[in-house]
C-alpha cells in the first residue's frame, strides 16, 4: 500500500515516529529535511582524496561516520537523538550525489529547496551547468517505489549490524556507517550491481545455461545473483511489484533493455530447474531493481548506495526500538568452543 500511495518522506516520517503524519506535521519534516541538507564544506576535501576508482559504499560508510567529527554531541539527549536523525536522513541523498559527481570530476550540485527528497536526489545527480536536468515524474516515481521498498526488512544483516553496533552505544552515525558497510555485501545490498554485472556477462557470453549449470554446482561459488532469500522461500513480495514497475518505466520512457530480456527468460529457465524449484529458489527484490535503476539513468556502481538510501529509515527505527528498550543489552553473541583441549605453547625455535 505504501508503494502504491504514499511518499517517501511520509514513509520515512512512518519509520520514525510509528505513524503517518497530517499535513502539519509533514510540512515541518520537510522543512527540517530542507535545513539540514547541506554537508559541511570541510568534507569535500575528503571526497577529492580518495582514489577515483573508489566504491561508493566505501565512501559513503567513511563519510557518514565523519559526520560526528563535524557534528559533535549534543547535552540534550532527546535534541541529539532528533538532530542526528533528520542530518542523517537528509545528508545521505547530498552525500551520496556527492561522491558520484567528484568521482566524475563534475562541479558538485546543491540540494534545492522547492524540490522535494526523490526529484531533489536526481537532480543532485543529474543536474549539471551545460546541460539542466529536468525533473521527469516517471524516473521520480520509480525511485520513490525503488525506495519504499527497501525502507525496513526485519533482522537483515546490515540491519543486526546497525543493532549490535549500537548495543555498544556506539553513535548512530557509527552504527549506520556499519549498516552500510554490511550491505555492501555482495549477497546482500551488493546484489542488485551483481545481478546487473551477471546479467551483462549473459549477454556478453550468449551462454544462459552455462550460468543456471555454474549455480548448481557445489564446487563452483558462483550463485545466481538475485535468487534466493534467507526468510522468502517463495516470490520476494517486493520482487513482485519491482518487476511489475520494471515493466511499466520502460514502457513510459520508450527503453528497450536487454538486459531485461534476459532477467525475464532467466526467470523463467531457473524456475523451470529441479533444482531452484526444489531449493525454493525465487527472484529477490535485488533481481529486476537494477534495471529499473539503470532506466532511471543511475551507474551501477551506485546502485548499492541507492539501497542504502532506502534502507536508512528502518536502520534508525530499529536502532530506536532498541534504545527505547530498557533491556538494551551490549549485544555479545555466543561461542561455543570446539578446538583442541588445553594446549601447551611452543617457543619458535620448536615449532
Ligand atoms: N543460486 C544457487 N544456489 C543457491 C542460491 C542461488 N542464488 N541461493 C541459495 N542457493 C542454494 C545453496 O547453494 C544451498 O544449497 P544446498 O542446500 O544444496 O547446499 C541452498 O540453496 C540454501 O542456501 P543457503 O545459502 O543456505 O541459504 P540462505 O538462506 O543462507 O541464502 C542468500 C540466502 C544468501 C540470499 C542466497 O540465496 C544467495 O546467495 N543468493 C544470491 C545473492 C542474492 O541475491 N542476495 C540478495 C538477497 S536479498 C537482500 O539481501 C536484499
Keep these: ?53 573508489s566504491h561508493p559504499m566505501g565512501i559513503l560508510s567513511s563519510m557518514v561516520n565523519a559526520l560526528r567529527s563535524f557534528y559533535p554531541e549534543l547535552q540534550n539527549l532527546e535534541e541529539e537523538i532528533n538532530m542526528t536523525v533528520t542530518r542523517l536522513l537528509s545528508k545521505i541523498r547530498t552525500m551520496a550525489a556527492m561522491s558520484y559527481k567528484i568521482s566524475r570530476g563534475h562541479k558538485v550540485v546543491y540540494p534545492r529547496p522547492d ?17 539542466p536536468y529536468e525533473i521527469d515524474e516517471d524516473a521520480v516515481n520509480a525511485l520513490r517505489v525503488f525506495w519504499i521498498l527497501h525502507a525496513d526488512h526485519e533482522q537483515n ?5 546497525v543493532r549490535l553496533d549500537g548495543s555498544a552505544r556506539v553513535n548512530l552515525y557509527a552504527a549506520i556507517s556499519a549498516g552500510i558497510a554490511a550491505l555492501w555485501g ?27 549449470e555454474r549455480a548448481k554446482d557445489k564446487e563452483d561459488p558462483f550463485r545466481l545473483m538475485g535468487f534466493g532469500h534467507r526468510v522468502y522461500k517463495t516470490y520476494d513480495p517486493r520482487a513482485k511489484i519491482m518487476k511489475k514497475m520494471c515493466d511499466s518505466l520502460l514502457n513510459k520512457l520508450n527503453i528497450s533493455d536487454p538486459l531485461l530480456d534476459i532477467a525475464k527468460e532467466l526467470e523463467v529457465v531457473a524456475r523451470k530447474d529441479d533444482y531452484f524449484v526444489e531449493h525454493n529458489l525465487y527472484p529477490n527484490v535485488d533481481f ?64
Design 157 to 161: 544483516c546490515s540491519t543486526s549490524a
Design 186 to 212: 555482495p549477497l546482500h545490498g551488493g546484489a542488485n550491481q551483481a545481478v546487473i554485472e551477471m546479467l551483462s556477462d549473459i549477454a556478453e557470453k550468449k551462454n544462459m545455461a552455462h550460468a543456471i
Design 288 to 351: 529486476y531493481s537494477g534495471i529499473v535503476l539503470r532506466a532511471i539513468g543511475i551507474p551501477t556502481s551506485m546502485f548499492t548506495v541507492m539501497f542504502a538510501i532506502g534502507r536508512l529509515p528502518g536502520w534508525i527505527a530499529q536502532w530506536k526500538e532498541s534504545l527505547d528498550d530498557p533491556n538494551w543489552k551490549l549485544g555479545r553473541p555466543r561461542q561455543i568452543y570446539t578446538g583442541p583441549p588445553q594446549t601447551q605453547f611452543v617457543p619458535i625455535d620448536k615449532r
Design 115 to 131: 524540490l522535494a527528497y526523490c526529484a531533489n536526489f536526481l537532480n543532485m545527480m543529474f543536474h549539471s551547468p551545460v546541460r
Design 1 to 53: 500500500e505504501l508503494a502504491e500511495k504514499a511518499t517517501f518522506k511520509e514513509t520515512v516520517y512512518l519509520m520514525i515516529n510509528g505513524r503517518l503524519p497530517n499535513r502539519d506535521e509533514l510540512t515541518r519534516f520537510s522543512i527540517l529535511l530542507n535545513d539540514h541538507s547541506l554537508v559541511h564544506e570541510d568534507m569535500r576535501s575528503f571526497y577529492e582524496s580518495f582514489p577515483r576508482i
